[in-house]
């Protein structure tokens, strides 16, 4: 059996729900993040296939690179924040840290 | 003398009065003496204007000297075109004599009134009122348009109203000023209504312009008629200022005020500023006009005369007298007589002032005694008064070497000629028969004052010569009425430098078709030849005047001493009894004692009807302006109510419904803002979703 561009796709959808479902279900920052992360690395996997099935050259994976550039970057300040989240209110479950609701 | 000499020197005698009362006014009450200010500005002022009426007589014989300044300029009114007011002075041959004579009699009274009101508590502010006056008669006679006339008009009814009610504790007194000021606003609105006629036809108060475009033939509506209403209607302020009839009454009570004001104000300037008034306008008169005025003029004389038989009080006497000699001089002006009316005006303002200043020296000396009945045989104790007093009543009765021969025997010989011209004979008989009467009552009035035995013995053994400050002005003025000052012949004034050089023959503007037949200009005469011997109006009247003149005389003469005869007769000799005399005559007699009863009919109709008409007025203004004002407050207040109402429920309740619909909608809206970023993700998930499933057709 071959592998076609919709192996790749069916992937990277499951990999985003997956992402979505860490998002949206965990209390925990730093789980949070790691969903972010999925999520990122979901449509790097869509970058590829792209780049690779369609008459697009290098451009999806030179994209795919910015992105995993980006989200060390991303996971780098999140981080930051999550632990002066931490040093503030002691714990970091996002539904607990309600401060600006008020 | 220069025209600009003349004109500075007539604007300095109009102010130094004024100058003269504003200063003795302030400073009355920390300068005792202040008065002498006065009296000085006034001798200064007497100097300047003697000046001025030889510069004028010299310089300017036959030319009027105008000086005018731009007032008001309202630039365009709509509708009514541009409106320029201009004030100035006019100096011409009358009212260069007239200034004199204001100035010669108001600086008399003033030193007169130094001795006379000596001891009243308002001492400086009664001279300061005399300079206004003064200020004010000044400005009638200088100016050169209607319109300053009127205003000064109006001032000296001011300073007359003051004067008159100097002595205001007097309840006599007081309503005799208010009587005064407000019977002569009737006589003043048709007058205000006359010039504003003129200022609606010509768009300018100035005597001279208005004149010349009545020549022009530019008449008021376009009419003659409403020309003679014009001329009646500036008529009707001399009625009031100089108290014709019907509207004299006001002058007898005007004798309440002091004696030298009565002089000045109510005898010589004031109610003369009538007849100049009528001098100044007598081009414009028309023949009707004339005859009204002529009318109106012959009946004040003799109503007031008739009156005068009867009176007591010697101020009174005099008071009547005096509206009998304007009534003269007006019905002298109605029929034509122009030059001999304002001679008239002239020499009755010398010598009736000598009489009521003699008045006041006798009531002066007699402690305010004025009932003639008190007092008799002063001639004795008071020599001067009694003969200054003595010659100016032979001056108005009308005796030869006297002025008042030579201008009431004119009055009477130009009512005689135009009689003769016109057939008017009524105004001649009047006259003639007043002449009588003036000559009766005023030789009564010296007879039973001066002659006899003293009645009231305790006040003649007090009575004494008035000082030289009160005869000085009395020798001065009796003086001022004999003949030599206006003519060399005693007989006629017509060979006199005042009559044919002074006074210069009037010039007519009214159109030939509304003057009398003698008044027609006549090709005989043409204007150059009029000039050249100074004949009035035309060949006719000169000559009815010429011929009649002879007449007049003997005629005159005549009426003047069978009048004093009669007072002799009866008062004197006592041949005749004047008490039988009265008792006969009951119903005449109580008719003339009460002055016609004419205060008691103006009491019943026109102060009745006013009081009538302001009962009225209020109640009209009480029931039914009030209750306009009152019912529309009670709508208001309804209104008001019902848009209270309104506010209440319809708007707040708008307001308040915005107000619960928005919290409803943000009870519902809140629950969708958790804080938690989690559900909005699964909130944008979910409209992703959506969307994805409403565009899916891309």
């Given amino acids: ?102 | 003398m220069s025209e600009n000499f003349l004109i500075q020197l007539s604007v300095i005698i109009l102010f130094l009065p004024l100058l003269g009362f504003i200063v003795t006014l302030l400073l009355g009450k920390k300068i005792p003496k202040i008065f002498f200010f006065e009296v000085f500005v006034l001798l200064v002022g007497l100097v300047l204007s003697a000046i001025l009426l030889i510069g004028k007589l010299t310089s300017f014989a036959d030319t009027s000297i105008i000086a005018e300044f731009k007032w008001i300029d309202m630039g365009n009114v709509p509708v009514i075109g541009s409106i320029k007011i201009y004030l100035g002075m006019l100096i011409d041959d009358i009212s260069a004599l007239m200034i004199v004579v204001v100035f010669i009699i108001s600086f008399l009274v003033h030193f007169f009134s130094v001795d006379y009101m000596k001891g009243d508590i308002r001492y400086n502010r009664y001279f300061a009122y005399l300079g206004l006056f003064t200020f004010s008669m000044s400005g009638i006679v200088l100016t050169h348009n209607i319109l300053m006339m009127y205003i000064f008009w109006e001032l000296v009814g001011i300073s007359s109203y003051l004067l008159i009610g100097f002595w205001y504790e007097k309840k006599s007194a007081s309503d005799a000023g208010k009587k005064a000021f407000i019977v002569n606003r009737i006589g003043d609105l048709g007058m205000l209504a006359g010039l504003l006629i003129l200022f609606l036809t010509y768009n300018t108060f100035s005597f001279q312009q208005i004149f010349s475009e009545i020549s022009k033939g530019h008449l008021p509506f376009n009419s003659g008629f409403w020309l003679t209403v014009t001329g009646i209607l500036i008529f009707c302020g001399a009625i009031g200022k100089s108290a014709q009839f019907p509207l004299h009454v006001w002058l007898p009570d005007a004798m309440e005020g002091p004696t030298p004001v009565s002089a000045l104000i109510h005898a010589a300037t004031m109610v003369a500023a009538g007849v100049y008034l009528v001098v100044r306008v007598f081009g414009i008169l028309t023949a009707d006009a004339m005859l009204f005025i002529a009318t109106i003029g012959a009946l004040s004389a003799f109503i007031p005369a008739t009156i005068a038989l009867t009176q007591n009080d010697i101020k009174r006497v005099l008071a009547y007298s005096t509206i009998s000699q304007l009534g003269y001089m007006i019905m002298a002006l109605g029929v034509g007589a122009y030059k001999f009316a304002f001679f008239h005006l002239i020499t009755h303002a010398f010598f009736k002032a000598c009489l009521f200043l003699g008045s006041g020296s006798v009531i002066h000396a007699m402690h305010h005694e004025q009932d003639i009945r008190n007092m008799g045989g002063l001639r004795k104790k008071m020599p001067l008064t009694y003969a200054t007093f003595l010659i100016s009543s032979i001056a108005i009765s009308g005796i030869p070497l006297t002025s008042g021969f030579l201008s009431k025997d004119g009055i009477l010989s130009g009512s005689l000629a135009f009689a003769s011209l016109t057939g008017h004979w009524l105004f001649p008989v009047v006259g003639y028969f007043v002449a009588i009467l003036t000559a009766f009552y005023m030789f009564r009035l010296v007879i039973i004052t001066f002659h006899g035995v003293p009645r009231n013995k305790e006040k003649y053994e007090h009575a004494h010569e008035s000082s030289f400050v009160m005869v000085m002005p009395l020798v001065v003025l009796t003086t001022l009425s004999l003949f030599f000052w206006y003519t060399p012949n005693p007989m006629n004034p017509e060979d006199g430098w005042f009559y044919t050089k002074w006074i210069k023959a009037p010039v007519l503007h009214t159109p030939e078709n509304v003057r009398f037949d003698f008044m027609k200009t006549d090709e005989a005469v043409s204007s150059a030849n009029a000039e050249e011997h100074d004949i009035m109006y035309s060949e006719t009247y000169a000559s009815a005047l010429h011929h009649i003149h002879g007449t007049a005389v003997i005629l005159s003469l005549l009426m003047a001493i069978s009048g004093i005869l009669l007072a002799f007769m009866m008062y004197q000799w006592k041949k005749i009894s004047a008490d039988k005399l009265a008792e006969r005559f009951k119903p005449l007699y109580n008719f003339s004692l009460n002055k016609w009863y004419f205060d008691e009919l103006y009491d019943k109709t026109f102060v009745a009807g006013t009081l009538a008409l302001s009962r009225t007025v209020a109640w009209i203004d009480r029931v039914i302006i009030d209750g306009i004002v009152d019912g529309s407050a009670s709508v208001t207040l309804s209104v008001s109510n019902f848009v209270g109402k309104f506010d209440n429920i319809v708007v707040d309740g708008l307001v308040n419904f915005m107000a619960y619909l928005s919290a409803f909608i943000g009870l519902i809206f809140r629950r969708f803002q958790t804080g938690k970023v989690q559900t909005y993700i699964i909130m944008v998930i979910f409209s992703i979703v959506i969307l994805l499933f409403i565009f899916k057709s891309f």
């Fill in chain 1, 1 to 102: 059996m071959e592998v076609t561009l919709v192996h790749f796709l069916v992937v990277s959808t499951l990999l985003f729900c997956l992402g979505i479902y860490g998002v949206v279900t965990r209390k925990n920052a730093i789980m949070v993040l790691m969903g972010i992360e999925l999520i990122l690395n979901s449509s790097n996997i869509n970058f590829i296939a792209f780049s690779r099935f369609g008459n697009f050259g290098l451009e999806g994976q030179l994209f795919a690179l910015f992105v995993i550039v980006l989200a060390a970057a991303e996971a780098a300040v999140a981080l930051a924040i999550v632990l002066n989240l931490y040093k503030t209110f002691v714990n970091v479950n996002v539904d607990e840290i309600d401060t600006l609701r008020d």
